[in-house]
């Protein structure tokens, strides 16, 4: 797979990407990318980027011939252009498997008010990876690399963990624990040292269903249950509102 990304500063990512499942598929050849920067797309001697809004207001916006110039040099015909902005879909994690799918993905990053509307008109699609407003895209490309890398075959030494993650398929993982088996008055279950397999793993169920319904339930909403899961989930519910913990 190839990712390229374009931003005004390539060294953001040098770190980031030098550690890690984006790493490892980089060195294994699974993953390549490659940063474009729009100030070699410039036409002045100062490579001039932004430029003040029409009609005033605070803030500079990122003009739009070094942007769509850069865009333009780095999309492909097997590509797709997604701009990060507030604006945009949700990035979950749905989201990242269907980009691990795509041989080529371009990520746009965004800076200082943004871009201008005409570089946005020139991106398939625009993605938010969350209710909150960041410096750039950079960071936001980052979270996206990674969640798209660490789905790459190869990419993780031990893949069946990745389909036990969080939101794979739809809810929040089980607790997870290790050695020692006691730490400062807190045991792990007995259940899950204890060497049934089947026991494990109906516990692990039992427990990301009721992380879920805790802190995410609008996730069990297309989520099939058993009837002895609905019955647990329903104990849950009672016992909390019984606490006080319904809010």
């Not at 005409?118 to 909150?132: I, T």
């Not at 297309?222 to 019984?242: G, P």
Request: glycine share 8%; with cysteine.
């Amino acid at each position: 797979m190839r990712i390229s990304i374009v931003s005004l500063f390539p060294g953001y990512f040098s770190g980031p990407f030098g550690c890690g499942p984006t790493r490892v598929a980089r060195e294994a050849a699974l993953l390549q990318v490659n940063i474009v920067n729009p100030r070699d797309f410039t036409s002045d001697a100062h490579r001039t980027v932004d430029d003040c809004p029409f009609g005033g207001g605070a803030g500079m916006v990122l003009k739009p011939e070094p942007m769509v110039r850069a865009i333009e040099s780095a999309r492909s015909r097997d590509g797709r252009v997604v701009l990060l902005a507030a604006r945009g879909r949700t990035f979950v994690q749905s989201t990242a498997r269907e980009y691990s799918s795509l041989p080529h993905l371009v990520l746009v990053c965004g800076r200082y008010k943004g871009v201008d509307e005409r570089v946005a008109a020139s991106a398939d699609e625009e993605l938010s990876v969350g209710d909150f407003v960041l410096a750039g895209g950079e960071a936001a490309a980052i979270a996206v690399v990674e969640a798209v890398a660490r789905l790459l075959p190869g990419a993780v030494e031990h893949e069946e963990s990745v389909a036990t993650d969080s939101f794979s398929p739809a809810l929040l993982d089980a607790p997870w624990y290790t050695r020692p088996r006691e730490f400062r008055g807190m045991e792990a279950p007995d259940v899950l040292v204890a060497g049934d397999h089947a026991a494990v793993a109906a516990w692990r169920r039992e427990q990301a269903l009721i992380a879920t319904a805790r802190r995410r339930p609008e996730l069990l909403r297309h989520e099939v249950l058993t009837e002895q899961e609905r019955t647990v989930l329903s104990r849950l519910i009672e016992k909390e509102i019984l606490n006080g913990k319904d809010n």
